[in-house]
C-alpha cells in the first residue's frame, strides 16, 4: 500500500501596499498626535513617564559608576528606542479611530500579549542598534580621546569642543551615529505600529518600513529629524518633557501608519 505525499507550499506573506506621504501628511499626523493625546491624557502621561522614568534611571547609573560624560552620548541615542515603548500609544490612537472603547485592562493585555508576536523580534533589533550605538561611542572615545580625562559633563564638552582630537570625535561619531540611526529609522517607522495591527514577519515589516521611506524620501527624513528633534529637546529638562512629547510622537506615528499603509479597521 502505497503512501500518499502531501506536497508543503510555501506561502510568501502578502506584503502590504505603500502610498506615498508628503509634508502635508507629515504636519496632520502631528496635530492628530496632539489631539489624539488631548482625548487621552492619561494613557499618554502613563507611558510617556514610563520612558521619563527609565532615563532617570541611566542618569542615577551612570552618577552611581562616576560616568557622567555618557550621559550626552546615552541621552542622544535614547530616541532610537521610543519606538518600541510607544506601542501602547498606538494602540490607543487605534481603538480611538477604530471607535472602540479604552479600557486599561484590555490595552495593557495587548502591549503583554506582543513578547509572543513578531513584535519581539523588533524589540531585539532596536535594543542590539542601541548597543551598537553606545559601543560606537566607547570605540571612538577610545581612538580620539584615549589619553584625556574626563571626569564631570562640563570637562567632556570642554574637550570635545577645544581640542583637535574632541573636534574629530564628534565629526565621526555624528556622522556615523546619523548613518546608525537613519537605518533604524527607516527599519521601525512603520514596521511598529504595522506589527502591532496585522499578522506579519517582522523583516516583511521592516522592508515594508524601507519601503515607506524609499518612496517618500523628503517627507519620512523630514519626520524623522522633527522626532529626533522635539525628543532632544523634551530630555534637557532632566527627561521631564518626554512625558508629554513621547505621547504626543507616538499618537502621530500611527497615523503616519495609517497614510502610508492603513491600518486594519480601515481596510475596505
Known sequence: MEK??????????????????????????????????LKAPLFGLFFGGIFAI????????????EMPWMIIPVAIGFP????????????????????????????????FRQRERQLSWMAFVVLFIFWLWIYQVRLLLALFLGFQSFSSIPRFLEIITTTHEGML???????????????????????????????LDFVSAMITSFKTVLKSPGPMI????????LAILAMLPAF??????????????????????????KQP
Do not use: C
Open 80 to 111: 532610537l528606542i521610543g519606538p518600541f515603548v510607544a506601542v501602547g500609544l498606538y494602540e490607543v490612537s487605534r481603538r480611538l479611530a477604530a471607535g472602540q472603547p479604552l479600557v486599561w485592562k484590555e490595552i495593557l493585555l495587548v502591549i
Open 4 to 37: 500518499s505525499e502531501q506536497t508543503i507550499t510555501y506561502e510568501p506573506p502578502k506584503m502590504p501596499d505603500v502610498r506615498s506621504v508628503s509634508f502635508a501628511d507629515i504636519g496632520n499626523a502631528l496635530k492628530a498626535g496632539v489631539s489624539d493625546f
Open 222 to 229: 523630514a519626520w524623522g529629524i522633527v522626532v529626533v528633534a
Open 54 to 65: 527609565g532615563g532617570w534611571f541611566i542618569l542615577a547609573s551612570l552618577t552611581y559608576l
Open 169 to 199: 570625535f564628534v565629526g565621526v561619531g555624528t556622522i556615523s551615529g546619523a548613518i546608525l540611526s537613519l537605518f533604524l529609522f527607516s527599519a521601525t517607522v512603520i514596521s511598529m505600529p504595522l506589527l502591532l495591527d496585522r499578522e
Open 240 to 265: 521631564i518633557g518626554l512625558i508629554v512629547i513621547l505621547p504626543i510622537l507616538g499618537h502621530a506615528t500611527w497615523h503616519l501608519y495609517e497614510t502610508a499603509i492603513g491600518s486594519q479597521d
